[in-house]
């Protein structure tokens, strides 16, 4: 079975531009997740998706962050315009809906802001 | 709000010595409780879960047992082996399905 993909594995940029990360979830995992994990600190979740609907975007900076799921399947997450505190390995995991799940991470993309 | 409080790392031990990282949670209803673990430059891999008071996970010779009335998730293992370094994070779920996680403990396991 294949695992969650992300990509890219790393980038660099420069504070005030916009990057974009690529997730695609493990096949028929209707629940997918965006964690942020800053060095040094467990992930912290960003945003929660049921199929293409958003469950949860409460810790979501919303002016600057934005999130979307394609037809309910790969999603982007996506930072505009990026800051220094925004240097984190960016998770992205998914799910099974229903009974108590296991998530499934994907490597990560770390980011560095500089 | 729901919390996991881990032990800072990090753990550095013997080959074959007795490993224990303790957690502790705070959660409103009745979470259920995992350990993931990070082996360099990989995911994260759920390690064992339990998801009712005094259930007992375990895998690859670790366990955890849910403890209510502590409100605890200790992670042990008998006789850790070098291969066993890595990051451990304790986490619960509350029922929404996104995981709180603790901020992981580092274990360095020496031969």
């Known amino acids: 079975e294949a695992g969650v993909a992300q990509s890219p594995r790393y980038k660099i940029i420069e504070k005030r531009q916009s990057v974009a990360f690529w997730c695609n979830p493990i096949?028929?995992?209707?629940?997918l997740y965006w964690y942020q994990q800053i060095l040094g600190q467990g992930p912290k979740l960003l945003i929660q998706?049921?199929?293409?609907?958003?469950?949860?975007d409460s810790q979501l900076p919303k002016d600057r962050f934005s999130a979307e799921r394609l037809k309910g399947v790969d999603s982007t997450l996506k930072i505009q315009p990026a800051k220094l505190e925004d240097s984190a390995v960016y998770l992205c995991a998914s799910s099974l809906s229903g009974g108590s799940p296991q998530a499934f991470f994907g490597q990560g993309t770390r980011l560095t802001v500089v | 709000g729901n919390s996991v409080t881990q032990m800072e790392g990090p753990v550095t031990l013997s080959e074959e010595a007795f490993l224990t990282i303790n957690c502790t949670y705070t959660?409103?209803?009745?979470?259920?409780l995992f350990w993931y673990v990070q082996y360099p430059g990989e995911g994260l891999q759920l390690l064992l879960k339990?998801?009712?008071?005094?259930d007992k996970g375990s895998n690859k010779g670790f366990e955890a047992t849910y403890r209510k009335e502590t409100t605890s998730f200790h992670l042990e293992k008998g006789s850790v082996q070098v291969s066993d370094s890595a990051v451990y994070f304790c986490a619960l779920d509350t029922g929404r399905r996104a995981l709180t996680f603790g901020s992981g403990t580092r274990l360095q396991v020496q031969p």
């Open positions: 998706f049921q199929n293409n609907g958003v469950v949860d």
């Open positions: 096949s028929g995992h209707a629940t």
């Open positions: 959660a409103t209803g009745y979470p259920s």
């Open positions: 339990a998801t009712k008071a005094d």
